[in-house]
């Protein structure tokens, strides 16, 4: 895998430094309001050293092949001088560093060589004009490159929406003015940017990037064909004609503009038309494949939130309706299969219905008093068994008004839902960090349905780290495919690898996710063992992704050992993951479980709940314990231990919780056990942890040891999940 991450990075340094020196070598011979262009100045400036020395070499190049060393002497020595001031500091690969060098490096150059040939003067406001252009340019750029290494796209708004502006002019200008043979590169990107922008983000957008570009064209050359204002308002009418199918609003926005350059009375020549039909066929040819992942607009209706948002409430609600549903099934179906406690009449006992003589005592002597002491005859012959039935029958009715004291706390229940439900809107309220398209989700519709996989809707975005993910609703019951065969129909629709997460269904619908993987990848390894005597554990455990590639690993210890306790913990852990798969915080999940547990069957019916839930994109993890066994973890060379001094789930109405936070690396080790690990062996988890790094081996023999540590002589159910930490 490192093998593989080095030869991409080889790969695309190797792809940047060609397109540098293609950048450079094209831009050498431009020109701009009839001046030397300072495109190429602008780009070494803007790229770190390696990137700014190829741009020099092929501006060198083009001006060596063209004969023009001396017309260009003054751009070939502030490259040069930008070159050698980044080889020297690395201030100078900042925004500002680039800015700043750019503007000394085309000043200084000009200057020079204006004193040599004795126009000083006259030189002085030009070049100090142009510097800060080509400064200003290189600082714009500069900023755009930052912001896209870091967050992998960039957000139009505030100060990049200038720089981008700034930057597509000059490239636009550029890129026309550039002699290449039957064709002018810069028509072509013009007519390309302008029907993408019209297409997918309205009319008002496509005359923006139109006007934009025709501006770069003038600056350039006055003289250029003026059918390159006239792309805006084709961009206006494609814009406003609707979304409808690629290739007829590419045959639209073709016969707005001819008729329009007809109008005006601009005559074509064969350049621009074959240019111009350049620019529709890239957008024809790229519009299966185009996706709003590197460019975020703000303003942009590719989505309703309100209506994201209402689907999400309402699938939410779906969610915990079915939950309850079958919570009170679950319920129904235990209470059958109990035992139902009936209090016997007091003047109808065992013991007395037996008796021969139970005619001649009569009803009333059996009345209850006050000390709940019953009155029996002095002559009774059963008199010592029937005073062990009025025991018993009364340790029934003690029996019977605990449980009615148990039930008592229904009214704190109530109040505790009611605080649940008041966070979940209130969360739900909240801004969600996922940049929604309706351009992908449209992608993933049309894949699906075009494999014959019957799609309800399909909301698709990209998180706060530029990764894809995506909800995909169906009926229930419809659904047939595999999640692998979805996978691999998107992974090729898309055109990157994406993975299934787990499924959660409503009564109504069934919800599957996709995400594009992590940088980071957790290796999962655990193993089991049931207690001396038992067949099945009580102990479950499941690891899962939601559909934005967060990882969950879910240890739930039941109480006691055998089917009863494997009973609960396999409830706990299902109504987790449809809570969380569903959308909900895992602290309200805990919740919401809690109040099922409580309330299931009048045995008495507890688990612990474990769940760690690890962000690979952060590199974290969120531990979320209720009266779980500690958890280990290894940071580095440092081993620390998460407790849980409260109380398992379901016991108590308001749930008890001990959430923490931790920031992990590479390479990082956590260990989760149920109580069947007892505290004798933490010291043993701990030196295994310090001296090995195979994540299975150490599982295996934490289980392996688990009885040698164990100082009762009560066995338990032994449940051990290591996780580790890689990168994908």
Same mark, same amino acid.
């Given at each position: 895998?490192?093998?593989?991450?080095?030869?991409?990075?080889?790969?695309?340094?190797?792809?940047?430094?060609?397109?540098?020196?293609?950048?450079?070598?094209?831009? +050498?011979?431009?020109?701009?309001?009839?001046?030397? &262009?300072?495109?190429?100045?602008?780009?070494?400036?803007?790229?770190?050293?390696?990137?700014?020395?190829?741009?020099?070499?092929?501006?060198?190049?083009?001006?060596?092949?063209?004969?023009?060393?001396?017309?260009?002497?003054?751009?070939?020595?502030?490259?040069?001088?930008?070159?050698?001031?980044?080889?020297?500091?690395?201030?100078?690969?900042?925004?500002?560093?680039?800015?700043?060098?750019?503007?000394?490096?085309?000043?200084?150059?000009?200057?020079?060589? +204006?004193?040599?040939?004795?126009?000083?003067?006259?030189?002085?406001?030009?070049?100090?004009?142009?510097?800060?252009?080509?400064?200003?340019?290189?600082?714009?750029?500069?900023?755009?490159?930052?912001?896209?290494?870091?967050?992998?796209?960039? $957000?139009?708004?505030?100060?990049?929406?200038?720089?981008?502006?700034?930057?597509?002019?000059?490239?636009?200008?550029?890129?026309?003015?550039?002699?290449?043979?039957?064709?002018?590169?810069?028509?072509?990107?013009?007519?390309?940017? #302008?029907?993408?922008?019209?297409?997918?983000?309205?009319?008002?957008?496509?005359?923006?990037?139109?006007?934009?570009?025709?501006?770069?064209?003038?600056?350039?050359?006055?003289?250029?064909?003026?059918?390159?204002?006239?792309?805006?308002?084709?961009?206006?009418?494609?814009?406003?004609?609707?979304?409808?199918?690629?290739?007829?609003?590419?045959?639209?926005?073709?016969?707005?503009?001819?008729?329009?350059?007809?109008?005006?009375?601009?005559?074509? $020549?064969?350049?621009?038309?074959?240019?111009?039909?350049?620019?529709?066929?890239?957008?024809?040819?790229?519009?299966?494949?185009?996706?709003?992942?590197?460019?975020?607009?703000?303003?942009?209706?590719?989505?309703?939130?309100?209506?994201?948002?209402? $689907?999400?409430?309402?699938?939410?609600?779906?969610?915990?309706?079915?939950?309850?549903?079958?919570?009170?099934?679950?319920?129904?179906?235990?209470?059958?299969?109990?035992?139902?406690?009936?209090?016997?009449?007091?003047?109808?006992?065992?013991?007395?219905?037996?008796?021969?003589?139970?005619?001649?005592?009569?009803?009333?002597?059996?009345?209850?008093?006050?000390?709940?002491?019953?009155?029996?005859?002095?002559?009774?012959?059963?008199?010592?068994?029937?005073?062990?039935?009025?025991?018993?029958?009364?340790?029934?009715?003690?029996?019977?008004?605990?449980?009615?004291?148990?039930?008592?706390?229904?009214?704190?229940?109530?109040? @505790?839902?009611?605080?649940?439900? &008041?966070?979940?809107?209130?969360?739900?309220?909240?801004? @969600?960090?996922?940049?929604?398209?309706?351009?992908?989700?449209?992608?993933?519709?049309?894949?699906?349905?075009?494999?014959?996989?019957?799609?309800?809707? #399909?909301?698709?975005?990209? $998180?706060?780290?530029?990764?894809? #993910?995506?909800?995909?609703?169906?009926?229930?019951?419809?659904?047939?495919?595999? &999640?692998?065969?979805?996978?691999?129909?998107?992974?090729?629709?898309?055109?990157?690898?994406?993975?299934?997460?787990?499924?959660?269904? +409503?009564?109504?619908?069934?919800?599957?996710?996709?995400?594009?993987?992590?940088?980071?990848?957790?290796?999962?390894?655990?193993?089991?063992?049931?207690?001396?005597?038992?067949?099945? &554990?009580?102990?479950?455990?499941?690891?899962?992704?939601?559909?934005?590639?967060?990882?969950?690993?879910?240890?739930?210890?039941?109480?006691?050992?055998?089917?009863?306790?494997?009973?609960?913990?396999?409830?706990?852990?299902?109504?987790?993951?449809?809570?969380?798969?569903?959308?909900?915080?895992?602290?309200?999940?805990?919740?919401?479980?809690?109040?099922?547990?409580?309330?299931?069957?009048?045995?008495?019916?507890?688990?612990?709940?474990?769940?760690?839930?690890?962000?690979?994109?952060?590199?974290?993890?969120?531990?979320?314990?209720?009266?779980?066994?500690? #958890?280990?973890?290894?940071?580095?060379?440092?081993?620390?231990?998460?407790?849980?001094?409260?109380?398992?789930?379901?016991?108590?109405?308001?749930?008890?919780?001990?959430?923490?936070?931790?920031?992990?690396?590479?390479?990082?080790?956590?260990?989760?056990?149920?109580?069947?690990?007892?505290?004798?062996?933490?010291?043993?988890?701990?030196?295994?942890?310090?001296?090995?790094?195979?994540?299975?081996?150490?599982?295996?023999?934490?289980?392996?040891?688990?009885?040698?540590?164990?100082?009762?002589?009560?066995?338990?159910?032994?449940?051990?999940?290591?996780?580790?930490?890689?990168?994908?």
């Amino acid at each position: 895998m490192l093998k593989k991450i080095r030869e991409n990075k080889i790969l695309s340094s190797a792809a940047g430094i060609f397109l540098s020196f293609a950048g450079g070598f094209l831009f +050498s011979g431009d020109s701009i309001s009839g001046a030397v &262009s300072f495109a190429d100045i602008s780009l070494a400036g803007a790229l770190n050293l390696p990137y700014a020395a190829a741009a020099f070499a092929g501006a060198v190049v083009r001006c060596v092949l063209t004969g023009s060393v001396g017309k260009c002497i003054v751009k070939l020595a502030a490259i040069a001088v930008i070159v050698i001031a980044k080889m020297f500091s690395r201030v100078f690969s900042s925004p500002a560093g680039c800015g700043i060098i750019t503007a000394v490096g085309v000043l200084f150059s000009g200057l020079s060589v +204006s004193w040599l040939i004795g126009e000083f003067v006259k030189k002085l406001v030009f070049y100090g004009i142009y510097s800060f252009l080509a400064g200003f340019t290189a600082y714009a750029a500069s900023s755009l490159f930052a912001e896209f290494s870091i967050k992998t796209k960039i $957000t139009l708004k505030g100060a990049d929406v200038c720089y981008l502006g700034i930057v597509y002019i000059v490239l636009c200008g550029g890129l026309y003015s550039a002699q290449l043979p039957f064709i002018n590169a810069g028509l072509v990107l013009i007519t390309a940017v #302008t029907v993408f922008s019209a297409y997918y983000y309205g009319g008002i957008c496509g005359v923006i990037c139109g006007a934009l570009g025709a501006s770069g064209a003038f600056l350039s050359s006055a003289e250029k064909e003026m059918i390159v204002f006239m792309l805006p308002v084709s961009a206006l009418l494609t814009g406003f004609a609707g979304k409808g199918k690629v290739l007829l609003s590419a045959v639209f926005f073709s016969l707005s503009g001819f008729m329009l350059t007809v109008f005006a009375g601009v005559s074509f $020549t064969a350049d621009v038309l074959f240019s111009m039909l350049c620019g529709i066929g890239i957008f024809i040819a790229g519009s299966p494949y185009y996706s709003d992942k590197w460019l975020s607009m703000t303003g942009e209706k590719s989505e309703n939130p309100d209506e994201i948002k209402g $689907t999400k409430k309402n699938f939410m609600s779906d969610v915990i309706d079915a939950i309850c549903s079958d919570s009170a099934k679950i319920s129904a179906a235990l209470t059958a299969s109990q035992r139902k406690i009936e209090l016997e009449n007091p003047n109808r006992n065992s013991v007395c219905m037996k008796c021969y003589r139970r005619g001649l005592c009569r009803d009333e002597l059996w009345e209850i008093s006050e000390e709940n002491i019953p009155v029996l005859p002095e002559d009774c012959v059963n008199k010592k068994e029937a005073a062990e039935e009025s025991e018993r029958m009364f340790r029934m009715r003690t029996v019977q008004r605990l449980m009615e004291l148990r039930y008592s706390g229904d009214r704190k229940l109530m109040k @505790e839902q009611f605080r649940i439900i &008041s966070e979940i809107i209130r969360e739900s309220g909240k801004k @969600e960090e996922i940049r929604y398209s309706s351009a992908v989700s449209a992608r993933i519709d049309e894949a699906l349905r075009s494999h014959n996989i019957k799609v309800l809707r #399909t909301i698709a975005g990209y $998180t706060a780290t530029n990764r894809l #993910t995506a909800d995909i609703f169906y009926e229930v019951g419809e659904i047939t495919e595999s &999640s692998e065969r979805i996978c691999g129909i998107l992974s090729d629709a898309l055109g990157i690898r994406v993975v299934s997460s787990a499924a959660v269904s +409503s009564e109504k619908e069934l919800k599957t996710g996709i995400y594009e993987p992590p940088e980071f990848r957790l290796e999962i390894h655990s193993a089991a063992i049931c207690a001396a005597g038992s067949k099945l &554990s009580g102990d479950s455990s499941a690891s899962f992704a939601d559909s934005t590639g967060k990882q969950y690993v879910v240890l739930s210890d039941g109480m006691g050992s055998g089917k009863s306790a494997a009973v609960d913990s396999h409830i706990v852990i299902g109504l987790f993951r449809r809570l969380v798969c569903s959308g909900l915080k895992p602290e309200l999940a805990v919740r919401i479980v809690n109040s099922v547990m409580v309330t299931k069957s009048r045995e008495e019916s507890f688990a612990t709940l474990d769940a760690l839930i690890i962000d690979l994109d952060e590199c974290s993890v969120m531990s979320v314990k209720s009266g779980a066994a500690p #958890t280990i973890i290894r940071k580095g060379r440092d081993v620390i231990k998460l407790s849980s001094p409260v109380f398992p789930i379901g016991i108590v109405e308001e749930a008890e919780l001990c959430v923490s936070e931790q920031k992990m690396s590479e390479g990082d080790i956590i260990i989760m056990f149920s109580d069947g690990i007892t505290e004798n062996a933490y010291l043993f988890i701990k030196e295994l942890l310090l001296r090995s790094d195979d994540i299975k081996e150490i599982v295996k023999e934490i289980t392996a040891k688990a009885e040698v540590f164990n100082p009762s002589s009560r066995s338990d159910d032994v449940t051990v999940i290591g996780m580790k930490i890689t990168r994908g």
